[in-house]
């Protein structure tokens, strides 16, 4: 679904929140209402960082999401479907919407969402007995 994506097929309603890691969207990709959470860009390892050790956030969150498709989680409602990605893409091509992107020194990369409306993260307000069971 999101192969190739020119910044035309985007259409972004709101921003659903923002953290200092990533930004999430409400967007509508080829007539297809998702989420696009914009992940900030890393750059080379560092000296000091394990090399055994993956550090890339949305490396790591790509790899769940596959993963968690590949067993059939997503397709039996398990967690929300996994769509697809893109992978260190000039945010200057989505502005203004991915204007806090515009001054990292290494470029973004996004995934994206199956859209489920009235989801809500688990937090302590809403994490009961009966989801811990």
């Excluded at 000091?48 to 890339?56: A, G, K, M, T, V």
């Excluded at 997503?74 to 967690?79: A, F, S, W």
């Excluded at 945010?91 to 809500?120: C, V």
């Amino acid at each position: 679904m999101t192969h190739n994506v020119k910044p035309i097929e985007i259409v972004f309603w709101k921003k659903l929140c923002a953290s200092s890691f990533s930004v999430v969207f409400l967007v509508n990709v080829r007539n297809q209402t998702c989420i696009m959470k914009v992940h900030h860009g890393r750059g080379p390892r560092r000296y000091y960082e394990p090399e055994n050790r993956e550090l890339d956030i949305h490396v790591l969150e790509f790899t769940v999401y596959v993963r968690l498709k590949d067993r059939g989680l997503c397709d039996r409602g398990i967690v929300p479907n996994f769509l697809g990605s893109m992978r260190k893409f000039d945010a200057s091509l989505w502005q203004p919407h991915l204007q806090m992107f515009l001054d990292d020194e290494y470029p973004p990369s996004t995934i994206f969402l199956e859209y489920i409306n009235g989801l809500e993260m688990i937090g302590l307000h809403n994490y009961t007995q009966r989801r811990m069971d």
